[in-house]
T-cell receptor, first 112, second 116 residues
Framework: SQTIHQWPATLVQPVGSPLSLECTVEGTSNPNLYWYRQAAGRGLQLLFY??????ISSEVPQNLSASRPQDRQFILSSKKLLLSDSGFYLC???????????FGSGTRLTVV | AQKVTQAQTEISVVEKEDVTLDCVYE???????LFWYKQPPSGELVFLIR??????QNEISGRYSWNFQKSTSSFNFTITASQVVDSAVYFC?????????????FGSGTRLQVQP
């Protein structure tokens, strides 16, 4: 079956610390993968998308980066977190089924 | 560029009332898909419906119904006889057709509060 795993669920990090959020997909190959961020009380903003291994496109200028070292692995990183990086991060992949997109359960990041 | 507008930031109703959540979209694509998602307080996105641009039939699923009108670029969502469990943030979203990045563009969401 097709599933998506995202971890950790919650994270509290100090300003200036590094970040690594991981997302893996099972049951499919060569999916389009996405990272979204939702600031408190706001909508979802697309941060990065990837159409294949090593192919990353950034949607907005920011303090974050993304990598896709394997077909079904998508990583969101930062070398030094800012307070403004706080938010709810969602990974998603585009599938061809009726649902269209499958979302992970999200990571709630608080930068203190 | 694509855009989704949900003009209603927050709606409060009393249980059993009907409520309609508005969604207006902009796209230059002739092939596109429209979605509605529900986000409960836990944060996960719950898929509600997907509609493609060639299918303007309205859809009903239990207490939920959707009205897709290409002439006004709208895809409105109605909850009939609302319940407290319907309280959540609802997002309307649009994705491009079958080429390109095919990412979802979300509206800013409508927070629905159903009072008992």
């Amino acid at each position: 079956s097709q599933t998506i795993h995202q971890w950790p669920a919650t994270l509290v990090q100090p300003v200036g610390s590094p970040l690594s959020l991981e997302c893996t997909v099972e049951g499919t190959s060569n999916p389009n993968l996405y990272w979204y961020r939702q600031a408190a009380g706001r909508g979802l903003q697309l941060l990065f998308y990837s159409v294949g291994i090593g192919q990353i496109s950034s949607e907005v200028p920011q303090n974050l980066s993304a990598s896709r070292p394997q077909d079904r692995q998508f990583i969101l990183s930062s070398k030094k977190l800012l307070l403004s990086d706080s938010g709810f991060y969602l990974c998603a992949w585009r599938n061809t089924g009726v649902y269209g997109y499958t979302f992970g359960s999200g990571t709630r990041l608080t930068v203190v | 560029a694509q855009k989704v507008t949900q003009a209603q930031t927050e709606i409060s109703v009393v249980e059993k009332e009907d409520v309609t959540l508005d969604c207006v979209y902009e796209t230059r694509d002739t092939t596109y898909y429209l979605f509605w998602y529900k986000q409960p307080p836990s944060g996960e996105l719950v898929f509600l419906i997907r509609r493609n641009s060639f299918d303007e039939q309205n859809e009903i699923s239990g207490r939920y119904s959707w009205n897709f009108q290409k002439s006004t670029s709208s895809f409105n969502f109605t909850i009939t006889a609302s319940q407290v469990v319907d309280s959540a943030v609802y997002f309307c979203a649009l994705s491009e057709g079958d080429t390109g990045r095919r990412a979802l563009t979300f509206g800013s969401g409508t927070r629905l509060q159903v009072q008992p």
